[in-house]
């Protein structure tokens, strides 16, 4: 089979319907909306665009299937997301590829997103039958303490675009542990692996109604009544922060049960102290992964003096040997961004650092003719005041500042309203615990260049969120705690 054949096999396998009550339906208008290849440029199909009345209809058949839900026994809930997690491992091939196809990240990527994403389900699977209460003796010895945890209720999910797959996974996971029904809404961009893995999961036995995916090109309109109608007791929102902002406002009438997974600003910290080798493959890692589109992806590196010349000068040859070009194609690690608004975001925030005074080591610019490419890019002497030192990139670009002192680096690293993941590199054990404590972020990687781990905490402080997701506080999320005051004769 050709390649252009393979792809379209892949993509014509997916339902590209509403997925509401277990059926798969077209919305209520019959409109739907196109999937481009950010690679290409090129429309790869088209999706069911639901209106108001078919997001009410999702809510409707969440709610619906609460109850019914919430009894099936936890052992069953999780062998339905074990069932769930093996179809993810077995089709990993060509979920992989309508991914890169959506999105645009290198297939191998693809392939480690589809295999983390599988984890939150097989870590899910064995979280449901952990769920546990309390009883104890009140203070004054008369009575008694009962403490139950139960589903939360039918929830509101939004994913992004950067990562179609896992970010689904990491909420849909502990939601059908912990008992509750869903609406998912994944990103307009990249809605066919959420379509995908809502196949999945009917085939696995999740019963009808208790995960509905809307796929839709009006959001607000679409999202904004479902989040005000007041049956739906919760909402996970993984995204930028200004659109978490706005959702927090909308959950506040009815005071929702909120986790919020938001945007990041990380600094990537070496001393001169670290292994350098090591400091290397780390912030490669934590730049170039999924092209620099990662809300943890190295947003600042600072880098001691003694060391900023060699460290520099070894992150440029590793960055312009990068292969850049369509995702599907072997070797390439540098694939599109996500559209012409990205590509424009970055060009602007390294003008902006160049006028400040910052050099362009390597890349450094766009790159003309079809998809959204942006070089590899290194820039050094980059100034604190720099717009990129306080907004998210999103792109493959590098920069570069130089500290003298510990207490300046760990300045400039919380110099920012957001605080997902700071990086840091050394091998004084001191300095490691002293840096850690110090630095305002939910996650530090600890000279590691990857802190996303399905069996961690994963989430941020500031204005990058609220709540955890993963680890064993990720069902936390989907429960609440009852309390039932005994009274004892
Ligand atoms: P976004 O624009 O905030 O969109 C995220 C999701 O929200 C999409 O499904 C989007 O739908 C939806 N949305 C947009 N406006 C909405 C509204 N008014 N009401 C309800 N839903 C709305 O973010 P993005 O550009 O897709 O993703 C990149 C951002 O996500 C970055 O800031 C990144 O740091 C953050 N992120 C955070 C984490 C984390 O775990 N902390 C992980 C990944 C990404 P449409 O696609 O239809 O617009």
């Given at each position: 089979?050709?390649?252009?054949?393979?792809?379209?096999t892949?993509?014509?396998?997916?339902?590209?319907?509403?997925?509401?009550?277990?059926?798969?339906?077209?919305?209520?208008?019959?409109?739907?909306?196109?999937?481009?290849?950010?690679?290409?440029?090129?429309?790869?199909?088209?999706?069911?665009?639901?209106?108001?009345?078919?997001?009410?209809?999702?809510?409707?058949?969440?709610?619906?299937a609460?109850?019914?839900?919430?009894?099936?026994?936890?052992?069953?809930?999780?062998?339905?997301?074990r069932?769930?997690?093996?179809?993810?491992?077995?089709?990993?091939?060509?979920?992989?590829?309508?991914?890169?196809?959506?999105?645009?990240?290198?297939?191998?990527?693809?392939?480690?997103?589809?295999?983390?994403?599988?984890?939150?389900?097989?870590?899910?699977?064995?979280?449901?039958?952990?769920?546990?209460?309390?009883?104890?003796?009140?203070?004054?010895?008369?009575?008694?303490?009962?403490?139950?945890?139960?589903?939360?209720g039918?929830s509101?999910?939004?994913t992004?675009?950067?990562?179609?797959?896992?970010?689904?996974?990491?909420?849909?996971?502990?939601?059908?542990?912990?008992?509750?029904?869903?609406?998912?809404?994944?990103?307009?961009?990249?809605?066919?692996?959420?379509?995908?893995?809502a196949?999945?999961l009917?085939?696995?036995?999740?019963?009808?109604?208790?995960?509905?995916?809307?796929?839709t090109?009006?959001?607000?309109?679409?999202?904004?009544p479902?989040?005000?109608?007041?049956?739906?007791?919760?909402?996970?929102?993984?995204?930028?922060?200004?659109?978490?902002?706005?959702l927090?406002?909308?959950?506040?009438?009815?005071?929702?049960?909120?986790?919020m997974?938001?945007?990041?600003?990380?600094?990537?910290?070496?001393?001169?102290?670290?292994?350098?080798?090591?400091?290397?493959?780390?912030?490669?890692?934590?730049?170039?992964?999924?092209?620099?589109?990662a809300?943890?992806?190295?947003n600042?590196?600072?880098?001691?003096?003694?060391?900023?010349?060699?460290?520099?000068?070894?992150?440029?040859?590793?960055?312009?040997?990068?292969?850049?070009?369509?995702?599907?194609?072997e070797?390439?690690?540098?694939?599109?961004?996500?559209?012409?608004?990205?590509?424009e975001?970055?060009?602007?925030?390294?003008?902006?650092?160049?006028?400040?005074?910052?050099?362009?080591l390597?890349?450094?610019?766009?790159?003309?003719g079809?998809?959204?490419?942006?070089?590899?890019?290194?820039?050094?002497?980059?100034?604190?005041?720099?717009?990129?030192?306080?907004?998210?990139?999103?792109?493959?670009?590098?920069?570069?500042?130089?500290?003298?002192?510990?207490?300046?680096?760990?300045?400039?690293?919380?110099?920012?309203?957001?605080?997902?993941?700071?990086?840091?590199?050394?091998?004084d054990v001191?300095?490691?615990l002293?840096?850690?404590?110090?630095?305002?972020?939910?996650?530090?990687?600890?000279?590691?260049?990857l802190?996303?781990?399905?069996?961690?905490?994963?989430?941020?402080?500031?204005?990058?969120?609220?709540?955890?997701?993963g680890?064993?506080?990720?069902?936390?999320?989907?429960?609440?705690?009852?309390?039932?005051?005994?009274?004892?004769?």
């Open positions: 089979m050709s390649s252009a054949t393979r792809e379209a892949v993509v014509d396998s997916v339902n590209k319907d509403l997925f509401i009550g277990g059926k798969w339906q077209s919305a209520k208008d019959g409109k739907t909306f196109p999937v481009h290849d950010p690679s290409t440029e090129e429309v790869l199909c088209e999706v069911a665009d639901a209106s108001v009345a078919d997001g009410t209809a999702a809510l409707d058949a969440a709610v619906a609460q109850d019914d839900w919430a009894k099936v026994a936890p052992r069953e809930r999780g062998e339905i997301l069932r769930a997690y093996q179809a993810l491992v077995d089709r990993k091939d060509d979920l992989a590829l309508l991914m890169t196809l959506e999105m645009g990240k290198p297939i191998v990527e693809s392939s480690a997103e589809i295999l983390y994403a599988a984890e939150f389900f097989r870590w899910f699977a064995e979280e449901a039958v952990r769920i546990d209460g309390g009883y104890a003796v009140a203070p004054n010895g008369s009575g008694r303490f009962l403490v139950m945890r139960q589903p939360v039918p509101i999910l939004i992004p675009w950067n990562f179609p797959m896992a970010m689904g996974t990491r909420k849909i996971g502990p939601a059908v542990a912990a008992g509750c029904t869903m609406v998912m809404k994944p990103a307009s961009q990249t809605p066919l692996s959420m379509l995908a893995l196949g999945i009917a085939d696995a036995g999740l019963p009808d109604g208790v995960l509905n995916v809307i796929t090109s009006h959001t607000g309109q679409v999202m904004e479902m989040i005000r109608d007041g049956r739906a007791r919760k909402l996970s929102f993984t995204g930028s922060t200004d659109v978490g902002r706005k927090l406002e909308q959950c506040a009438d009815n005071v929702m049960r909120t986790s997974e938001l945007g990041g600003n990380a600094p990537f910290v070496v001393f001169e102290d670290a292994d350098l080798d090591a400091a290397i493959d780390g912030v490669m890692t934590a730049k170039m992964r999924n092209i620099g589109e809300c943890t992806a190295a600042r590196i600072y880098v001691q003096r003694g060391i900023a010349e060699e460290f520099s000068n070894r992150l440029v040859e590793r960055m312009s040997a990068l292969r850049m070009g369509r995702g599907t194609e070797g390439v690690v540098v694939g599109p961004l996500i559209d012409s608004a990205a590509v975001k970055v060009t602007s925030l390294v003008e902006d650092a160049k006028q400040r005074g910052a050099k362009v390597t890349g450094g610019s766009a790159v003309d079809a998809g959204h490419f942006y070089q590899a890019t290194v820039l050094a002497d980059v100034p604190q005041e720099a717009r990129l030192a306080h907004e998210e990139i999103f792109g493959p670009v590098a920069p570069i500042t130089v500290f003298d002192t510990e207490d300046e680096a760990v300045a400039n690293a919380n110099d920012t309203e957001f605080g997902l993941v700071s990086y840091l590199y050394t091998g001191n300095r490691a002293r840096v850690s404590e110090r630095l305002e972020a939910g996650m530090v990687g600890l000279n590691q260049g802190v996303s781990n399905p069996a961690a905490p994963f989430g941020g402080i500031k204005h990058s969120g609220v709540g955890r997701e680890g064993s506080v990720g069902i936390d999320e989907f429960l609440e705690t009852k309390y039932v005051a005994i009274g004892l004769r």
